[in-house]
T-cell receptor, first 109, second 115 residues
């Protein structure tokens, strides 16, 4: 079966750094996506990785290791507005997205 | 219209009733998707359409039907609603064709309660 695992909830302090991990087992791999979803809102795209390594975009970075079936999203200089759920999704061999349940990130002052 | 719109925003429905959730995009994206999101579960794909005139079944298609008469609209119909269809429904679109990858853009969602 296909499976995406990520922690249910994490807590971090404003100004700090947090790493959200995602492990996956899917039938085929055509890239991994990270989305942000604020409570009561739609998911919005953050990053896409298809090759191994780190992709940096401002305060957010995403890392991929295809051999390990592993990715992480790194958020630096945390702000209160970063309180949200972070969704990991893998595009399988049929080019369909398989979604993790999301990690709820709580930022404390 | 800018992006993707969904209607209604929320709805309370009696079990057994028929309901159509509407989705319209103005980005001329060829691919469109319907997901449901339930607490503690990831987004689950109900139906998708790679291009106007074609549709396909996702992970949880039972009890739902879709049509794609044109590029912009992708309605989702519940023929006879049941309480287990209580969920938040998201429509999404992407500028992708079979064999390519691109991000999906999501509508604001429809919160549906079936009693």
């Amino acid at each position: 079966g296909q499976n995406i695992d990520q922690p249910t909830e994490m807590t971090a302090t404003e100004g700090a750094i947090v790493q959200i991990n995602c492990t996956y087992q899917t039938s085929g791999f055509n890239g991994l996506f990270w989305y942000q979803q604020h409570a009561g809102e739609a998911p919005t795209f953050l990053s896409y990785n298809v090759l191994d390594g780190l992709e940096e975009k401002g305060r957010f970075s995403s890392f991929l290791s295809r051999s390990k079936g592993y990715s992480y999203l790194l958020l630096k200089e945390l702000q209160m507005k970063d309180s949200a759920s972070y969704l990991c999704a893998v595009m399988d061999s049929n080019y369909q997205l398989i979604w993790g349940a999301g990690t709820k990130l709580i930022i404390k002052p | 219209i800018a992006g993707i719109t969904q209607a209604p925003t929320s709805q309370i429905l009696a079990a057994g009733r028929r309901m159509t959730l509407r989705c319209t995009q103005d980005m001329r994206h060829n691919a469109m998707y319907w997901y449901r999101q339930d607490l503690g579960l990831g987004l689950r794909l109900i139906h998708y359409s790679n291009t106007a005139g074609t549709t396909g079944k996702g992970e949880v298609p039972d009890g739902y039907s879709v049509s794609r008469a044109n590029t912009d609209d992708f309605p989702l119909t519940l023929a006879s609603a049941v309480p287990s269809q209580t969920s938040v429904y998201f429509c999404a679109s992407s500028d992708s064709t079979s064999g390519s990858t691109s991000e999906q853009f999501f509508g604001p969602g429809t919160r549906l309660t079936v009693l």
